[in-house]
C-alpha cells in the first residue's frame, strides 16, 4: 500500500516563500499523477496543482498561478510544491495525493493521501 508524507509546512509571513515535500513509501508512485490539495479552516477542500506520471504535464489553480511551482523528482520518490509571494488565503492544511489514473483527473477522486502538513501565512 503507496503510503505519502507531507513536511515542509510552517509560518511565514506575508510574500514569503515555503517548499512543501510528499515522499513516497514506494516506487510505485513513479507511474502515478500527484496532486496538491489544501483545505482552509472552514472551507471545502480544493485542488492546488496537478504532475503527470512524467512531471511534463502540469496544471494549477486560478488562484496559484504564476506563484506556485509543482515538481517531481521520481528517484527520491518525492513530489514538491514551491510556494512564493504567499499571502493569508494561503493559509491551510495541505495534502498531497496520489491517483492511479493515467493523467491528472478534474475531480478529487484519488486513492492515496498524505496526513497533511500545515501552512500558516501570517504577520
Known amino acids: 500500500q503507496l503510503q505519502l508524507v507531507e513536511s515542509g509546512g510552517g509560518l511565514v509571513q506575508p510574500g514569503g516563500s515555503l517548499r512543501l515535500s510528499c515522499a513516497a513509501s514506494?516506487?510505485?508512485?513513479?507511474?502515478?499523477?500527484v496532486a496538491w490539495f489544501r483545505q482552509a479552516p472552514g472551507k471545502e477542500r480544493e485542488g492546488v496543482s496537478c504532475?503527470?506520471?512524467?512531471?511534463?504535464?502540469?496544471n494549477y489553480a486560478d488562484s496559484v498561478k504564476g506563484r506556485f511551482t509543482i515538481s517531481r523528482d521520481n528517484a527520491k520518490r518525492t513530489v514538491y510544491l514551491q510556494m512564493n509571494s504567499l499571502n493569508p488565503e494561503d493559509t491551510a492544511v495541505y495534502y498531497c495525493?496520489?491517483?492511479?489514473?493515467?493523467?491528472?483527473?478534474?475531480?478529487?477522486?484519488?486513492?492515496?493521501w498524505g496526513p497533511g502538513t500545515l501552512v500558516t501565512v501570517s504577520e
Open positions: 514506494e516506487f510505485t508512485l513513479f507511474y502515478y499523477p
Open positions: 495525493a496520489a491517483t492511479r489514473r493515467s493523467s491528472c483527473p478534474s475531480d478529487p477522486q484519488f486513492e492515496y
Open positions: 504532475i503527470s506520471s512524467d512531471g511534463l504535464s502540469t
